[in-house]
């Protein structure tokens, strides 16, 4: 059985996360959606939160072979634990590269048979960003083109309020 962990803060989950999330799952027998920390982004959700909003959008979606979980360590410490076979990451444009490139080599670093694959991300979702939905929704604007419609209500009362 292959296992893929797919990384990341998820701060909210977004239709650009959600096309990873369903290529991924079909391209292994399972797939974990691992909410990580990344130290250099504060996050305006809490781990559980993230948590919540990943589960019912893989729920909506039917993605049965989708896991959910979180991390608060080092995400190698997490691959070994699962004994998993490949890290998942989305690439949406050159600009994501260098920074990919260096956490795929510091993974592989710390670990040989840790494989990072990247999806590309498909066109319309290229300029999507976490911070770009959070940015939007927290002044009122609309982000329902962003994030999946199950969770969109829980997103913009959640932002107004910061
Ligand atoms: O969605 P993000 O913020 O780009 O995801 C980055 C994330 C959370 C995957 C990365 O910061 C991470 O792996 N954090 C866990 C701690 C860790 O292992 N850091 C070393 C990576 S080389």
Do not use: W
Not at 41 to 70: C, H, M, Y
Not at 114 to 119: H, M, P, R, V, Y
Not at 131 to 142: E, L, P, R, T
């Amino acid at each position: 059985m292959k296992l893929a962990i797919y990384p990341g803060s998820f701060d909210p989950v977004t239709y650009g996360h959600l096309e990873i999330i369903s290529r991924a799952s079909k391209l292994f027998d399972k797939l974990v959606v691992l909410v990580s920390v990344n130290p250099s982004k504060p996050s305006a959700f809490s781990i559980e939160e993230r948590k919540q909003l990943l589960e019912e959008v893989v729920k909506a979606e039917g993605l049965t072979n989708v896991e959910i979980d979180s991390h608060e360590g080092l995400l190698i410490d997490y691959f070994n634990k699962r004994n998993a076979d490949v890290i998942v990451k989305g690439l949406r444009a050159l600009s994501d590269f260098e920074y990919e490139f260096q956490m795929a080599q510091a993974n592989r670093k710390l670990c040989y048979k840790a494989e990072t694959i990247f999806l590309t991300a498909k066109s319309e979702n290229t300029y999507l960003s976490s911070s770009m939905v959070k940015q939007i929704a927290m002044f009122g604007g609309d982000v329902s083109d962003f994030v999946p419609e199950c969770i969109l209500d829980r997103i913009t009362t959640r932002l107004k309020k910061d």
